[in-house]
């Protein structure tokens, strides 16, 4: 069956969202290191470790989706899910951080990739569960229930 538009552009999103969190993850593994015995440290390679499976989650999403797999109408709709958690969990950290240390302002600009992160969260959601994109994924020979 091929492909519609509106999932190749989801496919595109979702994997942007796999590559800023790639790029996060190994950010925070790079001020991982070396480890010391200091909360910072442990939080930085958590972080990037949730941040890297998240981003290989994205990257083997937008593979299902490009191709139509079944699995991967139910992953489009967790990982938006999964991204939002594992940056409010950044969030969390950062605030942390300004709140402990009287020379770390808080910037605004941390909350930017929020909105983005919600947008395909909405997306995948109305998307994934139109009657058409569910007979895409559907495997073959079976027609899903209406609704």
């Not at 969202?17 to 480890?35: D, H, M, R, T, V």
């Not at 499976?53 to 990257?59: E, P, R, S």
């Not at 594992?86 to 302002?105: E, K, N, R």
Request: net charge neutral; glycine share 6%.
């Amino acid at each position: 069956m091929k492909v519609s538009a509106p999932l190749i552009l989801t496919s595109v999103l979702i994997f942007t969202l796999g590559a800023f969190f790639l790029i996060g993850g190994y950010a925070f593994f790079e001020n991982a290191f070396p480890i010391l015995d200091d909360l910072e440290s442990l939080a930085n390679l958590c972080l990037g470790t949730v941040f890297i499976v998240v981003g290989c989650f994205a990257l083997a999403t937008t593979l299902g989706v490009s191709r139509l797999l079944p699995w991967a109408r139910a992953a489009a709709l967790w990982l938006p899910v999964a991204a939002l958690l594992a940056y409010l969990l950044f969030i969390a950290w950062y605030s942390y951080g300004v709140m402990t240390t009287p020379d770390i302002g808080w910037s605004w600009e941390v909350l930017a990739p929020r909105p983005f992160i919600l947008a395909l969260e909405a997306w995948c959601y109305v998307l994934f569960r139109r009657p058409f994109v569910k007979r895409q994924f559907a495997p073959r020979g079976h027609v899903p229930a209406e609704g």
